[in-house]
Every structure is written in structure tokens, then in C-alpha cells.
């Protein structure tokens, strides 16, 4: 089963899903992770004999390749994971079972959907009262938006380059869901989330980003109906660290609770970039839970929870011991496409809209990060100057609403330029 990880708002359609409260999956696929030095033909061979399909292997590096490509390639003694397909009407769990018995499997994994942490607000800011709320303005006196040799990957629905107010430098990008190098963003979530961090700045039209001048790089995970699959968000997660990344945004996950999250092809992605030394910001999920969704969760990533524009807890935002930091989530003013936060698509013309959700959360953290990574030494440690220079909130020092508090640009921007 893949598991899947969408918009707040779209709805999982399709009739290899499994829904439920515990749990949604695609039936058709199962993830697996092998030994190293296991030969991948005699696995496809071992499979075939069960009556599955090795359909894909993924680099650790990420990219989908067929078994031989990757043989001829690959310098590594085992793949990040295989992907294999299940019959239809079979029993994926059986599936699971059967495959993770034969010889040289490591982990079988259900292929679990993931979802944007967007949430409906209705449209009714008029400025972006959240950068001033975190200081930007005494920010860009350090760094005016950064540099274009700091990148910044957002791991989401991809990014919409119709409109003359978007990110200005953009690189060329990796489509994880059609496993091809268009990341065009047919849902509009993965454009709000980018323009939060880099939208063009200063050319007297629309909004702004946070680090305008930094390199976009648009990997898409979900799909335009807003949801992806953990082979799908692992794939972007390894490509993205692979091609230059220095920070990654993710405003997606799936909630603790359901069934497959949490799961080790996922956390070996998010490590393997955190090996890398790429920061990652990650909502931490729009169910109001006390749990902190994943990959949110991990400790390689820096989990963020929302706050409005009177600092306080979003009422939808997740928290708990996982929590790391909060940021402006509540009533976010940004460009859009195809994406109104109701799920209504207006055609043709620049939305600008005001969403909701730890997914607008994140990319404020993101934004600082690289405005950080250009202002700074390659010896200091983003997290830390976030979470040292952040406004406490809640009870003094870190707390499970707040996390250490939330984020002040211009004190970290301070902090690093020794002002």
C-alpha cells in the first residue's frame, strides 16, 4: 500500500485506496527495503514466483529507475528501496507478510499518503502582518534577501511559473509524482508555500518572500489533487538533498496516529539529507493533537507549530514533546494557483490568497533559514540561532505549545551578523 500525503482539503479518491480512520493506502504498491549486496534479479525473480512486481528502484540519491538501469549506474550496494507491485484485490498486509519472509528483505513498508497542512480561511487580510510580526524589515538591513547561492528546495505540489511575481531565481526541478523534471504546480499549495519564502521582492506588484533572492528549487511530491505517496515523498526528499539543496520545506505529513507514518524509508530520507547538512522545516500538522506529525517528528528536522497575528497557539496547529519552534500560520497572505484554501479554482489571474494551516507555517522557518545560510558562516548552526534569537511564548523557555518560541528574524540576522 502506498501511503499517502495530500492538502488538508482535497479528498482521497480512487479505487485503490484504503480509507479509514487509522488509515489510508494505495493497495497497488508495497515498499522494500533490502540488505546490502542483495541481487536485485534474483529478488525480482523471488517476487515474480509470489506473484508481485519489482516495478522500480530508487537511488539513494533518489530517481526511479527499472532493475537494469539501476545496475548499470548505481555505484551503491543497495538502493534506497524498491517499489513492487501487488496484485489487485490482493491483501496488502498479507503482501507485507510474504515479502518480508523472503531472504535479504530488511523492511517491507505499506506506501502511506501524506497531505499539504493547508486548512480554509476566508479572505480577509489585507497586508502580510506576519513578517512584520517576526521583523523583517530589521532583517533585510542585515541581509536584503539573501543570495541566489543559498537553495532553497520546497518539497510540495510543485511550483506555478505563470505569473511575473513569483520566486525570481528558480532552478530546474524533479516531478517525483510522473518521475520527470516538470514540477508544475496543478494544485496552487506548493506556490503559497514557495512565494512565503522567496516570492519576488520590491518590484512593486503583489507580495512578498522572505529570502527573495535565494535559488528555488521545486520538487513535486503531491499531486494536483494535493496528496502523495511515501515512495513518492522519500524519492523527492533524496533528489532534493542530492541536487544542491541547502534548506527543504516541507509542509506535508501524515498524523502520529495513523497507521504506517512513522516508517524507517521515510526517516533514512529525512537522515540522509540531514547527513548532507541540509536544514529541514516540516509542519507539524493541522489536526490539533498533541502528537506532532511526520516527518515533522524526526529529530533531523525542525517541527513547526502555528501561531496568529496575536501570538497565540492556532487553534488547528499540532503540538507535544516533538515540537520545535511556532511561526505565523493563521490568516497568511500569499500567491496562489488554482487554490483559494476552499478548494475553488479561479483561472487566469495572480490569486492572492489568505490560508491557513502549519503548511503556511513552515515556510517562514524555511525562509530564515536561508536568509541565515546567506548571511552567515558555513560553521553555524541554523537551528540553533533560531532557536536562541526565537520570542518565547507560553511558559519561559521550551514548551510543547511553543517550542522554543516563535521565530524572530531580526534577532537571528543580529546574532549572526554579531550586531
Not at 172 to 192: E, I, L, M, R, W
Not at 333 to 347: E, P, R, S, W
Request: charged content about 15%.
Amino acid at each position: 500500500m502506498r501511503r499517502i500525503w495530500t492538502v488538508a482539503m482535497a479528498l482521497v479518491v480512487g479505487a485503490a485506496l484504503v480509507t479509514s480512520a487509522a488509515a489510508e493506502f494505495d493497495t497497488s504498491k508495497v515498499l522494500v527495503k533490502v540488505k546490502n549486496g542483495v541481487d536485485l534479479f534474483d529478488l525480482s525473480d523471488q517476487l515474480a514466483a509470489r506473484g508481485f512486481y519489482m516495478e522500480s528502484v530508487t537511488a539513494l540519491g533518489g530517481g526511479r529507475l527499472d532493475v537494469d538501469e539501476f545496475a548499470l549506474t548505481a555505484r551503491e550496494s543497495a538502493p534506497a528501496f524498491v517499489s513492487v507491485r501487488v496484485p489487485q484485490g490482493a491483501d496488502v498486509r498479507q503482501a507485507v507478510r510474504t515479502i518480508g519472509g523472503i531472504q535479504g528483505v530488511e523492511h517491507v513498508a505499506l506506501n502511506q499518503i501524506f497531505r499539504a497542512f493547508a486548512t480554509p480561511n476566508d479572505y480577509n487580510a489585507t497586508e502580510q502582518w506576519n513578517f512584520a510580526k517576526i521583523g523583517m524589515p530589521a532583517a533585510w538591513d542585515v541581509s536584503f534577501g539573501g543570495s541566489s547561492s543559498t537553495i532553497v528546495s520546497v518539497v510540495d505540489t510543485g511550483l506555478y511559473r505563470g505569473y511575473n511575481d513569483g520566486p525570481a531565481n528558480i532552478l530546474p526541478g524533479y516531478d517525483a509524482v510522473d518521475n520527470d523534471n516538470d514540477p508544475s504546480d496543478g494544485n496552487g499549495h506548493g506556490t503559497h508555500v514557495s512565494g512565503t519564502v522567496a516570492q519576488a521582492t520590491g518590484n512593486g506588484t503583489g507580495v512578498t518572500g522572505i529570502v527573495f533572492n535565494a535559488s528555488m528549487l521545486p520538487v513535486k511530491v503531491l499531486s494536483d489533487k494535493g496528496e502523495g505517496t511515501l515512495e513518492q515523498v522519500a524519492n523527492g526528499i533524496r533528489w532534493a538533498a542530492d541536487n544542491g539543496a541547502h534548506v527543504i520545506n516541507m509542509s506535508l505529513g501524515c498524523e502520529a496516529t495513523e497507521e504506517g507514518c512513522d516508517d524507517p524509508i521515510l526517516h533514512e530520507s529525512v537522515q540522509y539529507a540531514a547527513g548532507k547538512g541540509v536544514f529541514i522545516a516540516a509542519a507539524s500538522g493541522n489536526a490539533s493533537a498533541s502528537v506532532v506529525g511526520f516527518p515533522a517528528a524526526y529529530e533531523e528536522c525542525m517541527a513547526v507549530g502555528a501561531t496568529g497575528s496575536s501570538d497565540t497557539r492556532a487553534s488547528f496547529s499540532n503540538y507535544g514533546t516533538a515540537l520545535d519552534i511556532a511561526a505565523p500560520g493563521d490568516g497568511i497572505k500569499q500567491q496562489t494557483h488554482l487554490f483559494t484554501c476552499f478548494g475553488f479554482a479561479v483561472v487566469g489571474t495572480p490569486n492572492i490568497e489568505s490560508c491557513s494551516g502549519t503548511s503556511m507555517a513552515s515556510p517562514h522557518v524555511a525562509g530564515l533559514a536561508g536568509l541565515i545560510h546567506s548571511a552567515a558562516s558555513s560553521t553555524v548552526n541554523i537551528r540553533d540561532v533560531i532557536e536562541s534569537t526565537a520570542t518565547d511564548l507560553g511558559t519561559s523557555g521550551w514548551d510543547q505549545y511553543y517550542g522554543w518560541g516563535r521565530i524572530n528574524a531580526a534577532a537571528a540576522l543580529q546574532a549572526v551578523s554579531g550586531n
